[in-house]
């Protein structure tokens, strides 16, 4: 199996920036594309941004400008960097991941929280 171990989660002021790392270990014979989602209070999780294995990316809306997503191959990690955080980005981030262990599966991290507050 896979497991995901976020880190890099905290407390920001607005304006502020962040850096998420998660790293996937296990039986890992592919990661097809990693990325984060994020779940605030009362909504629904949605997808932040997201990286194939080629490098393509694809980004939310909202976070377009402001977050960049990347990944080292080497060592099966994805960051989010994220600049110019606003209070509307305080969510818990889940790492994501679709990879191929013993089967090919959606695998997700514990999470981490981000609160963008003065």
């Known amino acids: 199996q896979v497991q995901l171990v976020e880190s890099g989660g905290g407390l920001v002021q607005p304006g502020g920036s962040l850096r998420l790392s998660c790293a996937a270990s296990?039986?890992?014979?592919?990661?097809?594309?990693m990325g984060w989602y994020r779940q605030a209070p009362g909504k629904q999780r949605e997808l932040v941004a997201a990286?194939?294995?080629?490098?393509?990316?694809n980004y939310a809306d909202s976070v377009k400008g402001r977050f960049t997503i990347s990944k080292d191959n080497a060592k099966n990690t994805v960051y989010l960097q994220m600049n110019s955080l606003k209070p509307e980005d305080t969510a818990i981030y889940y790492c994501?991941?679709?990879?191929?262990?013993?089967?090919?599966?959606?695998?997700w991290g514990q999470g981490t929280q981000v609160t963008v507050s003065s």
């Open positions: 994501h991941a679709d990879a191929l262990s013993t089967r090919r599966h959606d695998y």
């Open positions: 296990g039986i890992i014979f592919r990661i097809y594309a």
């Open positions: 990286i194939t294995s080629g490098g393509s990316t």
